[in-house]
C-alpha cells in the first residue's frame, strides 16, 4: 500500500505556478544560496522600509539567535488589507458561514479595512500601544480575523487562547504573556449549542493572584446575557460608536513580535511560541501561494479554529496578504448534518479545501451518502493538516470527497514552524497517500539517529531542520533559555521536531508521529505532563501516568494509569469523576479517553516511570515489553496486563 504513487495529473499541473522541474530548480536555488532567494522572495510583501539584510540566523549552542530582514520595516495589516485597497476593494476579503446554515456574510477589502481601523482605535483608546499583549478568546465569527489585524496594526502582539480551554488555561496564558486587554463575547456558538466565554473570562480573572486584566471587550454574538463590570468590561459595538474608522498602520521592524500562541511541549507549562512580523508573513503567504497552488479568484477554506496555529497562517494571515478569499467557518462538520462541510463547499464554490485526518475519519464513519448527495464540482485542491493521514483515509478524501480529480496535499508543520515545511505541491509532485512529500523552499530536513547522527539515504530516524527558514519562531516568551533548551540542546547544531519520520529512497518524508511525551489528540497537541499534573491535583489521586494509543477517529487517544491514594476506590463513578476534572480543569481537548487504576506503576530502581512499557499495555501490545530487568518491581506489570483498558 506504502509504495502506491498517484501521479500528477494533468489538470493539475495546467496553470500551476510550479510543475516538478520548476520545483526541483527553485528547491536547489533556496537551499543553496537563502540569501539570494529570500532576499528575492521577501518582495512578495512591501515594505516600509526595504530590508538590505535578508538572513542573519544562529543554531549554535548559546548562540540561538534568528532574524531575517531585519533591517526593514513594514506592517502586517497594511499588507492584509490596504495594499489591497486600489486594486481589489469591492473583492470578497472574508466569506463568514454562521453555525446555522441560515447566516452567513461577505466582507470586502473595503470593509475590512474600515472594520479592522475601528477595532484598532478602540484598543487604542484602551491603551494599547506597540508591544503591548492582548488576550482573544473569541469563537470563529469575524471579529477575530479584525482584532487580530487590529493588534497588528498598532504593533501590538495578539496571544489567542482556544475557546475550549478551561478559565484556569485561559488564566494561565493571560498571567504568562501579561495582557492588560481581553478580547472575547458573550457566547459561542458551535453545533447549537452555548459556549459560555464571558464567564469563563469572568472566572479566570478571578484566579489571577494580581490584577493583570484593565478592559475586557465583549463582542455581542448570541445576545445572551451576561456580566459587565463596571468600568472593566464595555460591548465592543458600544466601544466603537466612540471612534472613527480610519487608524494609521504602524511601521514596525521585521523582527518585531506579531503573536503569541501557546502550545504543549513534553515537559512544564505550555509555551508562549513567539512569531514576528517579516520574516512570518513571507512565508505564510509564499506557502499558502504555491502549497495551495492559489490562484487569483479562488475562494479558500481552512476549517481550522483561529485559536490554533493553522487558523493564524491559513485562515487569516497567508491568504489576506495574498488578496485572497478566505472563508471563516463558526460550525462543525456535523451540524446539522454530516454533509455540512460539503453543503459549504457547494453554497460558496470553494476551489480549495484544507481540514485534518480527524475530521474525515469521522465523516467516513457516516458512509459516502452525505457526501455523495452535494456537487463538490469547484474543488481543485484539497489539503490535510495536524497529524499523519492514514492511506485510508487519504484514499477516501482523494476518491470520494474529491472523486479523484483533485490534488491532495498532506503539509506537515508545527506551531513553531510557522507555516508548512513538508508537503507535495500540486502541480509538482507525485503523490503517494499517507506521505507528507518533499521540503518547501528553504527547508533542509535531517534524518538523525538517536546518538544524533546524520543519516543517509532511505532510512529511519528522527526529523530535525538544518538551517533556519523565515517563518520560524523566534523565542519562548520570556524564556529564550527554555526556547534554546527544547529545540536545539538534543541535537546541537539543529532544530528538532519532536516527530519521528521516515525517508524513502524517492527522498520523500514519512511522518510518524512524536517521539516525545506529546499527544496528538485530533490534531490538537497536549502535552502528558500536563493532564498528569491535573489528575495528581484531585485528592484521591497520589499519581498519574498518561501516554497516547492509537484512536480510530482521533488519532491518538489519551490513556492515564492512575493510582489512587490509600483506602480510595477504583470504580466507574471515579472515572467519570476524573475525566469531568481534568476537561474542568484543561479543558475538553484533554479529557482522558481511558483511565486504568493501578497499584503501582513501572519504575527503574532510580524511580523513573517506564513510558515504553506503559504506551505498549496501552496499545494492547504487551506481547513484545521489551527490556524489564531494570524495573524495581516487575510484578506490578503483571497486574498492569491483567486490567489493561484497550483490549481488541
Ligand atoms: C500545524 C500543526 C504539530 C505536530 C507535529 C506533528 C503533527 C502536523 C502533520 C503532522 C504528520 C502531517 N503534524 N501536521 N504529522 N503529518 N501532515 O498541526 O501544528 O498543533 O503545533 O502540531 O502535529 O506531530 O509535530 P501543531
Redesign the pocket.
Known sequence: MEGRIVEVQDTWREGALVDDAKYREMYKASVSDPEAFWGEHGKRIDWMTPYTRVKNTSFEPGQISIKWFEDGKTNVAYNCVDRHLGTRGEQTAIIWEGDSPDESKHITYRELHAQVCRWANVLRNRGVGKGDRVTLYLPMVPEAAYAMLACARLGAIHAIVFGGFSPDSLAQRIQGCGSKVVITADEGLRGGRKVPLKANVDEAIKRLGSPIVEHVVVVRRTGGAVAMEPGRDVYYDEAAEQVTDECPAEPVEAEHPLFILY?SGSTGQPKGVVHTTGGYLVYASMTHQYVFDYREGDIYWCTADVG???GHSYIVYGPLANGATTLMFEGIPTYPSNSRFWDVVDKHKVNIFYTAPTAIRSLMGGGEGPVKKTSRASLRVLG??????NPEAWDWYYKVVGDSRCAIV???????TGGILITPLPGATALKPGS?TRPFFGVKPEMVDAEGKVLDGACEGNLCIADSWPGQMRTVYGDHERFEQTYFSTYPGKYF???GARRDTDGYYW?T??VDDVI?VS???MGTAEVESSLVAHPKVSEAAVVGYPHNVKGQGIYAYVTLNEGENGDDGLRKELVAWVRKDIGPIASPDLIQFAPGLPKTRSGKIMRRILRKIAEDDFGSLGDTSTLADPAVVDDLIDNRQNRA
Open positions: 502550545t490554533w496555529v493553522t490535510s493538516v495536524g497529524e499523519p493521514i498532506d503539509t506537515w508543520w508545527q506551531t513553531e507528507a521536531t519532536g516527530d511522518i508521529g512524536r496528538n490534531g490538537h497537541r
